[in-house]
């Protein structure tokens, strides 16, 4: 094997490549980036044996072949390794050369016949998202995931399709059993998805791959696998197996108080006023009444702050208990100068509505007193 690429395209793909490797794998190859060279484009490839990646790259290639190297080795390389430069690999099968300018590297390679296959998966049940549009939906609902391990199915994004209305609506949600997060899009294709739940570390993953690409991706899913793929790569993940709860009946229906409060001044008070507590699970109390809600926090340590907002609210005094952290995750979602609270006491669920975006809807649960 043997080519030349420049330093700034490699290191795109390694980046992407080397970030689900498992550098502690008790099985060496797992630690090692396969490469295939062939008519002037470069293969990478990637698995932990629960996502894998393959994505490409064009080069200039003298000799087909392939070899596998260690990730971490491999990326700080082409990474230390100077600016707008081009680099030259030679492998002779067990050794894998890499030269710039008046740098030489001499690396171990194991054989690729020991890479794990990479199997795509059948394009039945497939439609396409713009770069874009996957973006988003992600990005609205992915704060919202769970990291508590024994709940293993709320550790990733449930992924469904419903008709309604002759329309085919793509539904996300997410949701850590403390808050939800839900966002529809309406889609042209009629696929049938009933109901897949993504991993968190492959949403991670393809947002970081998804920043330096744009266009069209094709989604592709099996009752097990689901991969995103375009011309220039492919990433196919495992999925979750557990039963996502109904979240339907966690969305309220008879929450009757209303109050409209500008995003930026209230997210900053609280942001403020939260600053005093540093426990472990930080609370602001939230009191709504006469057209402004009063922000409160103490602290076990004695600390207080507490500062006013206006708002839009008519309705009878309420009192709420948050955790500050997950009033202020919301402010990256949502879109609007202003917030919609839909209320109806202190320990039922609070929507949160974006006016901007009418595809999203947030559930906050009250913490107890």
């Known amino acids: 094997m043997e080519f030349k690429l420049s330093r700034e395209a490699l290191l795109r793909v390694l980046n992407h490549v080397s970030s689900i490797v498992d550098s502690r794998s008790t099985i060496t190859i797992l630690s090692n980036l396969y490469i295939k060279c062939e008519n002037n484009n470069v293969e990478v490839r990637s698995t932990d044996m629960d996502i894998s990646i393959r994505e490409f790259v064009s080069c200039e290639s003298v000799k087909n072949g392939e070899a596998t190297v260690n990730s971490r080795i491999l990326t700080d390389i082409i990474r230390k390794t100077k600016k707008n430069t081009i680099i030259k690999f030679k492998s002779d099968g067990t050794r894998l050369i890499i030269n710039s300018e008046n740098s030489v590297f001499e690396l171990n390679a194991l054989s690729a016949d020991e890479f794990p296959k990479f199997v795509p998966l059948n394009q039945a049940n497939s439609f396409e998202l713009t770069v874009d549009q996957i973006k988003r939906i992600f990005n609205k609902t992915k704060f919202a995931i769970s990291a508590e391990e024994t709940r293993y199915y709320l550790n990733g994004v449930y992924f469904h399709t419903v008709k ?33 739940i993504m991993p968190r570390k492959f949403i991670l993953q393809l947002d970081k791959i998804l920043g330096d690409f744009e266009g069209t991706v094709k989604i592709v899913s099996s009752e097990t696998q689901v ?27 008879e929450n009757d108080k209303l109050l409209e409060i500008e995003t930026d001044p209230f997210f900053n008070a609280v942001d403020r006023v939260s600053t005093v507590n540093q426990d472990k699970t930080p609370t602001v109390k939230l009191v709504f009444e006469n057209n402004c809600v009063k922000i409160m926090a103490t602290s076990t340590e004695s600390n207080k702050g507490d500062e006013e907002v206006q708002a839009n609210y008519t309705s009878q005094k309420l009192e709420i208990l948050f955790n500050s952290k997950y009033l202020l995750d919301l402010r990256d979602v949502l879109e609007s100068e202003n917030i919609i609270l839909e209320l109806l006491n202190q320990s039922s669920p609070v929507i949160v509505k974006d006016p901007k975006d009418n595809t999203s809807i947030y559930i906050l649960m009250p913490m107890r007193v």
Request: proline share 3%; no cysteine.
């Open 227 to 253: 991969s995103f793929e375009t011309d220039s790569f492919i990433i196919i993940s495992k999925l979750i197996d557990g039963k996502f709860p109904d979240y339907e009946k966690v969305i309220p229906v």
């Open 164 to 196: 309604s209305d002759d329309k085919n609506i793509l539904k996300t949600v997410s949701t850590d059993g403390h808050r939800l997060a839900k966002n529809e899009l309406e889609i042209s294709s009629s696929v049938d998805i009933q109901g897949i």
